[in-house]
């Protein structure tokens, strides 16, 4: 089965993929989010000529050669890219066999816990606590992610005194039953990470996402080593080597690949399994209603150290008018705190012919 055509669907923020094989069959992945505009342009120059022609069965022949090939460009444009073609083969193959990808990786369809995770720092403490409770009791959800401090922050506050503010905000809202988890999006030095982190262990907080500049692998593991809480990390890593050294160091207690950051399926499958040898869960980062939350869905339900939870974003159009209208169904019901993943061939979902419509259409094919 080679690959005869790859096609593009892309605005801005989202860009789907259509890959056809010579036998006609078809499946369909996404480029990662954000700039799928530039994503795209990397997707037919760099990645579309080494796997036209390629048989879709040798993914991971595909997936460890491009990278070699294209050496002089390894950029996280050239995974984002690369993660359109492995998720698009991830399909194909899928339906070639009337399976859904979970059952190829290895695993069953079936419900997985979400955590409820919030987007936004430009929202007060109350209002925050006041969403994530409607969330709770609309959608069941028992488990929330907010942000703390601000966004590479060098230890200053979104404002002065949110964070202080909001940690015992949110607990004493939503009560002490639920999983409270947070984000510093790398704020922090880790003498603040560590004060910072025990104020969450006293309230009860049991997730603590990059704390420090998440380059920084040695003071993120200062940080691990010296707080009980879990200390996450991973989102933004998408180099093997980089991964390697994380784990083996044991800079964070739960990684978090991004499965279309990382370059796709095989290679997060790869990430997962190299966290496993050494005993670290894989929370994975999906960070918006694009494909990569259903994506991770079907990992979550085939890797033996699926963390606890599935990262679920709750911003509407409101903060994601881009989300609107992607898919023929929504993929992402909540029932219950859960979303569920079906027996459907493939990813199970079909991206809306209206979107396609709109989109930018661009195309690499044999012989074209
Ligand atoms: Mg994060």
Known sequence: MKIRKLETFTNDFVGFVRLTADDGAVGWGQLSTYNSDITASVFHRQIAPWALGRDATDLDALVNEIPEREHKFSCSYLYRAMSGLDTAIWDLRSKVEGKPVVELLGGTPGTIRAYASSMRRDITPEAEAERLLALRDRDGFDAFKFRIGSECGHDRDEWEGRTETIVPTIRKALGSDVALLVDANSCYSPRRAIEVGQMLEANGVEHFEEPCPYWEMEQTREVTQTLSLDVTGGEQDYDMQHWKRMIAMKAVDIIQPDVLYLGGMTRTMQVARMADAAGLPCTPHAANL???????????????????????????????????????????????GKVTVTDRPGWGVEVSPEWLAKSRYQVSEVGG
């Open 290 to 336: 694009g494909l990569v939350t259903l994506f991770t869905m079907h990992l979550l339900r085939a890797i033996p150290n699926a963390g606890k939870y599935l990262e679920f974003s709750i911003e509407g159009p409101d903060y994601y008018p881009w989300q609107e209208g992607l898919f023929v169904e929504d993929p992402y019901e909540v029932t219950g």
